[in-house]
């Protein structure tokens, strides 16, 4: 037989194997959207079924009870003059700062450091178990997290306000989350806590695949390391930072545990959020309508943003490969 002849045989067995070893009727191409149907079903059923239901309520009056009611544009125009509903987006730029900028630029910093110094000088080990450390407050719950927040920020015998009158300093005992001075910015500061582990890990992602011959080569040119972090390590995690940027708005955006566990957007409306806000307005004062408005603002923005950081990061993509 010849070597055409043994090829041809070999390709018509895999081909017929092939065939045997699937059960689903059609083309390789067609048979593995079977697969899919699962996964759609379930986003309808989840996803695309309640944001439709969600936004017909938006333009109904409703309080849970009697059937929705059509009203036009009412709370929209609602909406547009509630000050409280701006207060929450205001509060939200402060979580986007607390949630995004200031643990993406402690972990830029951080993830730099831990790979191309404490990794050095102390090996592998060491620094896995730092970014173990940094990372363990994304390990909790968020109830857990606020519930141990909230006690060391407790009036009453919490945590730091013993500290302050353990070490003679009682006069400076506050009821941090209480007070409309420091509720806002103690919030930010359990937020920062909680968030700086995430970057920190995908930024020790990205950096494994920089090759250390790079560090090394600046070392000997006589870089210092602030002069690494500049040319090597930032460039390198460039789309890491454009997918935690997106990740972390997004998260900032919706805030809802916190908030919830630790202040209800108290005192007064000094931390409340607009998903906080909504959630108080279906439950609580049942104009569930409202509330849909609201979420569906809320949404709309999230898209936007999503949207920009997409077109964003693609036009630096296409500017670095030019």
């Known amino acids: 037989m010849s070597a055409t002849a043994n090829t041809k045989k070999h390709v ?20 593995f959207w079977l697969y899919l149907i699962p996964g759609f079903v379930m986003l309808l059923w989840i996803i695309v079924i309640p944001a439709v239901w969600n936004i017909y ?33 205001r509060n939200s730029i402060w979580m986007i700062i607390a949630m995004v900028v200031i643990p993406i630029l402690l972990g830029l910093i951080l993830s730099s450091l831990v790979f ?28 857990v997290a606020s519930l141990v927040m909230g006690w060391i920020f407790r009036p009453e015998n919490g945590a730091l ?6 070490i003679g300093l009682g006069n400076l005992q506050h009821d941090w989350l209480g007070k409309p001075d420091t509720a806002l910015i103690f919030l930010m500061l359990i937020m920062i806590w909680i968030q700086v582990g995430y970057p920190l890990v995908i930024f ?30 930032l460039p390198a995690i460039k789309p890491e930072i454009f997918v935690v ?7 900032a955006l ?34 569930v309508g409202y509330g849909a408005a609201i979420a569906t603002a809320l949404t709309i923005v999230i898209i936007i943003v999503a949207v920009v950081f997409t077109n964003l990061q693609e036009k630096v993509a296409k500017e670095d490969e030019e």
């Open 12 to 31: 018509q067995d895999a081909t017929a194997r092939e065939k045997g070893m699937s059960r689903i009727p059609g083309s390789p191409s067609s048979r």
């Open 57 to 89: 309520l938006s333009f109904t009056n409703y309080r849970g009870i009697k059937p929705p009611t059509f009203a036009g544009l009412t709370n929209w125009a609602r909406l547009m003059r509630d000050t409280t509903f701006w207060t929450s987006f």
């Open 116 to 143: 191309d110094v404490v990794q050095k000088k102390f090996g592998p080990k060491a620094a896995s178990t730092m970014r173990a450390i940094y990372y363990f407050p994304q390990l909790l719950p968020i109830a």
């Open 161 to 166: 306000n013993a500290l302050l009158e353990a």
């Open 204 to 233: 020790m992602s990205g950096l494994q695949r920089v090759d250390p011959e790079l560090y090394e080569a600046a070392s000997l040119d006589g870089a210092n390391w602030w002069q690494r972090f500049l040319a090597i390590t």
């Open 245 to 251: 940027a997106l990740t972390c708005t997004i998260a």
């Open 254 to 287: 919706k805030v809802f545990g916190p908030v919830y566990m630790l202040t209800k957007g108290g005192p007064g409306t000094s931390t409340i959020v607009p998903s906080y806000y909504s959630y108080v307005q279906f439950f609580q004062s049942q104009q």
